[in-house]
């Protein structure tokens, strides 16, 4: 299985910084996307970030010029710089993570257990 740790999230006030960081175990399995979702209360999950093993970017608008992601791809680690907080990024951060199982042709979606984001004065 592919199994995700994150960690970073934290309280912080209006136009502070934080940096998520999220280890991917996928052995048996080739890593295609990593990045990052979240889910504020009350709303659907959206996508902030994400990054191919290519290099290609995608963030929301909501977040560009203000987030940064980057990974390592030889540790299967995936990175959220956030910065310029804003109170209305407040939610649950998941991981994420798309692979393909040796052997097979389809790509699953991977997700963390989710940290807690408050931006909040």
């Known amino acids: 299985q592919v199994q995700l740790q994150a960690s970073g999230g934290g309280l912080v006030q209006p136009g502070g910084s934080l940096r998520l960081d999220c280890a991917a175990s996928?052995?048996?399995?080739?890593?295609?996307?990593m990045g990052w979702y979240r889910q504020a209360p009350g709303k659907q999950r959206d996508l902030v970030t994400t990054l191919t093993a290519d290099g290609i970017t995608n963030y929301a608008d909501s977040v560009k010029g203000r987030f940064t992601i980057s990974r390592d791809g030889a540790k299967n680690a995936v990175f959220l710089q956030m910065n310029s907080l804003k109170p209305e990024d407040t939610a649950v951060y998941y991981c994420y993570v798309a692979a393909t199982r040796w052997g097979r042709s389809y790509v699953n979606d991977y997700w963390g257990q989710g940290t807690q984001v408050t931006v909040s004065s």
């Open positions: 996928a052995n048996g399995f080739t890593i295609r996307d």
